[in-house]
């Protein structure tokens, strides 16, 4: 009985030694491995770029020189500034005689591999216009704009005054009759165009329109022409209207045919100046 005891006793010893050994075993394996996976996630040979800017800006055919970037190169947390020499600044995309956003490439010499990239954007210069009136009223157009200012503001904002004979002005779109109209400034060296709108009016106190309501449209064969309970208005030039008096509106109807089935057209003319309303009426049986 006495040595079985001692053989259970040596058996226990030896299973605790296992389980302490096993246990070792996986606390050193947990530790490897995670020392593993950290050392995988720390990024070597990778290219950083340092500059002023995010984006570099350039005029169109400019050359483009990056003179404040510099390239880092980071191993293991380690950062060494790079060589012009060690890396290659790719700008096979780039157009720079065309205006647009770009992204350039930096290439690492060592492997040549990609591994980051630039955004630069060509852009022109710019016209600047001030002064520029954009109101007229009909029989009033200033197509000079003598009060006018234009200058040309380059990308580094430098700014260079135009005279007249510099620049041309288009003012062929605009008309002598209310509404909008385009005018074109056009900087021909550098190919540049501004455009802004005027707008033609009528003097606020000018009647611009007729307006007629309530006339009588329809007629039987044989009746003679009448306004009816016609109401004739006068509308300004600031939209404003009155009623007009009879004596200020002459009213031509002599395309009417009394004895004639079919529509007409009536005109009512404003003295004051050329101003006419036109409305059709119609004969039936």
Same mark, same amino acid.
Request: proline share 1%; hydrophobic share 40%.
């Given at each position: ?7 259970i006793?040596a058996?226990?010893?030896k ?10 075993f ?8 995670l #020392?593993?996976?950290?050392?995988s996630?720390?990024?070597k040979?990778?290219i ?5 800017s ?9 050359q ?11 191993e293991?947390?380690v950062?060494?500034?790079?060589q012009s020499?060690?890396?290659?600044i790719?700008?096979?995309e780039?157009?720079n005689s065309?205006i647009?956003?770009?992204? #350039? ?7 040549? $591999? ?6 630069? $954007? ?6 600047v216009?001030?002064?520029n ?19 040309v503001?380059?990308?580094?904002n430098?700014?260079? $005054?135009?005279?007249?004979g ?5 003012t ?22 501004f455009?802004?709108?005027?707008? #033609?009016?009528y003097?606020y ?5 007729? $307006? ?8 039987l064969? /044989?009746?003679?022409f ?26 031509d109807?002599?395309d ?5 089935? /079919?529509t ?5 003319k404003?003295? /004051? ?9 119609e004969?039936i049986?």
């Open positions: 009985m006495l040595k079985l005891s001692k053989k006793k058996t226990n010893k299973l605790i030694f296992l389980y302490c050994c096993i246990f070792c996986i606390i050193i394996g947990t530790a490897l491995s #020392v593993f996976f950290y050392n996630q720390e990024p040979n990778v950083k770029l340092q500059a002023e995010d984006c570099y800006i350039f005029g169109v055919n400019e483009i020189v990056f003179n404040d970037l510099k390239v880092f190169c980071i293991n947390s950062k060494t500034e790079l020499s060690q890396y290659l790719d700008l096979s780039v157009n065309h647009g956003e770009y992204y #350039v490439k930096i290439v690492y010499l060592e492997n040549s $591999q990609i591994y980051d990239v630039l955004k630069i $954007q060509i852009i022109a210069s710019r016209l216009v001030t002064n009136n954009t109101v007229f009223e009909i029989n009033n157009i200033d197509y000079s704009f003598n009060e006018m200012n234009v200058q503001v380059s990308k580094n430098v700014t260079k $005054q135009l005279s007249k510099q620049y041309k002005l288009d062929s779109a605009i008309k002598n009759e209310e509404g909008e109209y385009a005018v074109k400034i056009i900087y021909e060296p550098e190919n540049l165009i455009e802004f709108i005027v707008k #033609v009016v003097p106190d000018e009647v611009k329109a007729l $307006q007629i309501t309530n006339q009588r449209t329809v007629f064969v /044989g009746e003679e009448s306004l009816g309970d016609a109401q004739i208005y006068k509308i300004y030039g600031d939209n404003t209207k009155n009623l007009i008096d009879n004596n200020e509106y002459e009213i109807f002599s009417y045919n009394k004895d004639i089935i /079919g007409y057209n009536i005109i009512i404003y003295k /004051g100046n050329d101003v006419t309303l036109t409305y059709q009426v004969v049986n």
